[in-house]
């Protein structure tokens, strides 16, 4: 078939309006009822849209049989009346009336697909709005509140919403687990845990030398779980995250982790325990009223020099042993690692970013915000699912660490020859 035809660029749409203006006596019926207030303009896109998407079907029939003609089909391929079909739109499917199409010497293989019927049954689109807004909090139960009303929607129900975002989190976890980090020049790594419900996941995030952060993995299972922890740093090795690099590792103080670090990138990394970790587990042995005053020595002491820091928590220790043990206990433990970016020699302003796990704890803030809705996991390969989609949704909005500017210091004390004093002591 000939014709001449115009294209319309699908982020322009004023050449369609002036033509359909120009050519809108099949309009004026719904123009009318719009005017008189009985038709709502939403119900007149939907009436539109859908005859729409029939009218593009049936020009992508007549492609292959020509059009519509009485008397004896002839050719090969012949039109079989029309049948119930649905495509795909950006957040849900809906039901259209398609020609079907048939090859003369029938058979099982006689069917003839139609390409616009096949192309709209592609829901990459649908799966990425459907797990976008299912990230915004919406529960599956409320999606079809949420979501444009189209004539014969279907797709939309709990159950078919949960389907769908099976296989968009799927890909989502795939997609993560397949990440490869070659040229990046990773300077630190995160890892902190995350619970849903009774489960955990434990989770890596790297920053490059601009300061840049990237979701590494995940795995399924708590910080102080050795095989867990070795798992996943040595699925970061095959992906790119060489150990021949030293770089510096943040975690929330568990000695799996330490362990994991040491046996998988080298025990010469440095190492910096969570001061905030620490500060909690301390104030845990703490009365009310003793609290505050702890914690600002503490938050003092982490601003001084290693040695002079470590002296004044050691005096504070002192003088916590005779009523509080356990609190004493905990402030000495680990001491060492908690100075470990002030032996590095590191500016101020880049220390208070590198001595917290926050960077993981605040994608992991608005892990739990998009997983809210999840009142049952049903186990581990669902918790995966949902993590990786809600780690990847923030991670959109990852800016660059505080005190980017000045990690040409880190790189470089991490390029410098090992020595006893700039690594912290297990």
Sequence with gaps: MSGVYQI???????ALSEYLSQNGQLLLPMLELIEQGTMAVDDFINVLGRAALEAVLE???????????????GGDVRRHGRQQG????????????????????????????????????????????????????????????????????CGISKSSV?????????????????????????????IDGVRFGAHHVLAAIGVDSDGRKHVLGLREG??????????LLTDLVSRGVSPSRRRLFVIDGSKA??????AVFGADNPVQRCRNHKIENVMGYLPKELKDQVKSVMK?????????????LQQQARWLQSEYPSAAVSLLEGLEETFTINRLGLPPKLRRCLG?????????????????????????AMVLRWAATALLTTEKHFRRIIGYQELWALKAALNEPQTQEEVAVA
């Excluded at 982790?257 to 040491?262: E, N, T």
């Design 222 to 231: 708590a910080s102080e779980n050795a095989v867990v922890v070795t798992d």
């Design 8 to 14: 319309v660029d699908g982020e322009d749409t004023r």
């Design 257 to 262: 982790l330490r362990a994991g670090i040491d």
């Design 356 to 380: 917290t796990t926050n960077i993981v704890e605040s994608p992991s803030a608005g892990v739990r915000l998009r997983t809210r809705r999840v009142t049952r996991w049903k186990d581990g």
């Design 86 to 153: 649905t495509v795909c739109l950006s957040t849900q499917k809906i039901r259209v009336q398609k020609p079907r199409l048939r090859k003369k010497q029938g058979g099982p293989e006689a069917e003839v697909a139609i390409p616009a019927y096949e192309a709209m049954q592609d829901d990459t689109h649908l799966r990425a709005k459907l797990a976008t807004i299912l990230m915004s909090g919406v529960s599956t139960r409320n999606y079809a509140r949420v979501v444009p009303e189209m004539a014969e929607s």
């Design 162 to 190: 949960s389907r769908e975002f099976v296989e968009a989190s799927a890909e989502q976890l795939q997609a993560l687990a397949e990440r490869c980090f070659d040229g990046i020049d990773l300077l630190a790594v995160y």
């Design 59 to 73: 020009l992508s029939a007549q492609q292959i049989v020509g059009p519509p003609h009485r008397g004896k089909a």
């Design 300 to 312: 003092a002491a982490y601003r001084l020099d290693p040695r002079e820091g470590m002296a004044k």
